[in-house]
């Protein structure tokens, strides 16, 4: 068997003199410089097609101390949610002309390090994470000691190190709450409870701060899991109740979608016996039957903030650390009894 003849290396020269141009000029205008008339830039451009020129980047990041990639680690990439937020991550990247590399730790801890050694081996600049279930200081002391810049995304393991993105799922519930009380639901219950990480645990504290704003009673929290399900029977249980919840707020919109499911086999009407409310906005919410009231979180808007904000530390690393939490939006649909679609005010 005969092996491929690889094409002969075109090189910068080559291109220069292909276009007419010096090769000074050829090389300004693959750093995109100011200085080259746009027509000659085009000349340059044309030249490189009509040859098959390739730049080496790495080369050229070697200079410059910099490889141009940064590591993205989800803690679960089959959920939609982190596919929006990676596309808003690659967003920026595109613009900054940044490769990304995405790695999954399926919300292990061990598999997590892992990953972020073999990104460190890959030479990455930085890391945007969303720490797996479990993490905790050893993580950003791990991060510290490989020299990798990170900033932190949905959830937080410390909040004195390190950039860090999120929406604020506290007042999302506190949101959605207040919407079920202006409609006189009175026993809201909070169906995908996980007090395992700080988005969790800020989901929880939400719905207890408004339980008690409204003067309402508390009802028995139904527990999730790892793999977005929730505690049937915990919740059988409280429909067969003397009081029964009339509307749920639960832990995303998987879960809720879930329960809308759930409940309708139980013959009953999501909107009018229980109303439901989800959290995120993932494109099946608006999708559903009935389409489900939600609170957006933004995961792609969360993902270029994160993004923006690497660049801006590897650009300034002693820059001072930056927390931000977006405010979300209370989407009306009709699994809240509702037919107005868009943000509440």
Do not use: W
Not at 13 to 25: C, D, H, K, M, Y
Not at 265 to 278: C, E, K, N, P, Q
Not at 311 to 336: C, D, F, I, N
């Amino acid at each position: 068997m005969t092996k491929p003849v690889r094409p002969p290396v075109v090189s910068l020269l080559n291109v220069a003199q292909e276009a007419g141009v010096s090769r000074a000029t050829a090389s300004l205008v693959l750093r995109e410089s100011p200085l080259v008339a746009e027509a000659t830039r085009e000349r340059v451009r044309e030249a490189m097609q009509r040859l098959g020129y390739i730049y080496n980047r790495g080369a050229a990041n070697l200079r410059q101390s910099r490889t141009g990639t940064i590591g993205l680690v989800l803690s679960n990439i089959a959920n939609p949610f982190f596919s929006a937020l990676a596309g808003g991550v690659d967003e920026v990247n595109d613009e900054a002309d940044v490769v990304g590399f995405i790695a999954a730790s399926n919300e292990s801890v061990d598999r997590q390090l892992r990953q972020i050694q073999r990104l460190r081996e890959h030479n990455v600049d930085g890391v945007i994470i969303c720490p797996a279930i479990g993490s905790d200081d050893r993580l950003l002391s791990e991060l510290e000691r490989l020299a990798l810049p990170f900033v932190q995304v949905l959830r937080e393991i410390e909040a004195t190190r390190g950039d860090y993105v999120a929406a604020d799922y506290a007042l999302g519930v506190r949101l959605a709450i207040a919407h079920l009380v202006s409609e006189e639901r009175r026993r809201i219950v909070f169906v995908g409870n996980m007090p395992v990480h700080s988005a969790a645990l800020a989901r929880l504290r939400g719905y207890e701060q408004a339980i008690g704003e409204c003067g309402l009673e508390a009802q028995p929290v139904i527990a999730g899991s790892r793999d977005n399900r929730f505690d049937t029977e915990a919740f059988d249980a409280l429909l067969a109740s003397a009081t029964p919840p009339d509307a749920a707020i639960c832990y995303n919109d998987i879960i809720a979608l879930d329960l809308m499911h759930h409940i309708q086999s139980r013959g009953l009407t999501v909107g009018r016996d229980i109303a439901v409310i989800g959290m995120d906005d993932l494109p099946q919410a608006a999708a559903s039957y009935p389409a489900l009231t939600t609170v957006a979180t933004s995961p792609r808007l969360i993902g270029r903030k994160a993004a923006s904000l690497l660049q801006k530390r590897l650009a300034m690393p002693g820059r001072e650390r930056q927390r931000v939490v977006m405010a979300p939006e209370l989407v009306l649909r009709a699994s809240t009894g509702l037919m107005p679609h868009g943000p509440s005010p």
